[in-house]
Nanobody, 116 residues
Framework: QVQLVESGGGLVQAGGSLMLSCAAS????????MGWFRQAPGKEREFVAA????????NYADFVKGRFTISRDNAKRTMYLQMNSLKPEDTAVYYC?????????WGQGTQVTVSS
């Protein structure tokens, strides 16, 4: 069993920054890839970024490349998403997830709202 808790969301003006955190407990954290997804009102949940267990490999959706950075601290069992140059279209609930046999476990989500 894995428990994931996101934090760090909030209201920010366009062009601003936020850092999201995802604290994990349960199974061996460092073994598994983790990722960030988001869901805007009326839209499907979409992939944002992912990071391998060691943190050596990362992958980003095209719409966040150059603006968002995913990272993890295995000693703290925490994954991060640094979001810069935020746009109103980045407004969504952001979820973290862990990939054990697929995206098996999810957090409850944290709201990010970007005002224009």
């Amino acid at each position: 069993q894995v428990q994931l808790v996101e934090s760090g969301g909030g209201l920010v003006q366009a062009g601003g920054s936020l850092m999201l955190s995802c604290a994990a407990s349960g199974r061996t954290f460092r073994r598994y890839s983790m990722g960030w997804f988001r869901q805007a009102p009326g839209k499907e949940r979409e992939f944002v970024a992912a990071i391998s267990g060691t943190g050596g490999n990362t992958n980003y959706a095209d719409f966040v490349k150059g603006r968002f950075t995913i990272s993890r601290d295995n000693a703290k069992r925490t994954m991060y998403l640094q979001m810069n140059s935020l746009k109103p279209e980045d407004t969504a609930v952001y979820y973290c997830a862990v990939d054990i046999t697929g995206w098996d476990y999810w957090g409850q989500g944290t709201q990010v709202t970007v005002s224009s």
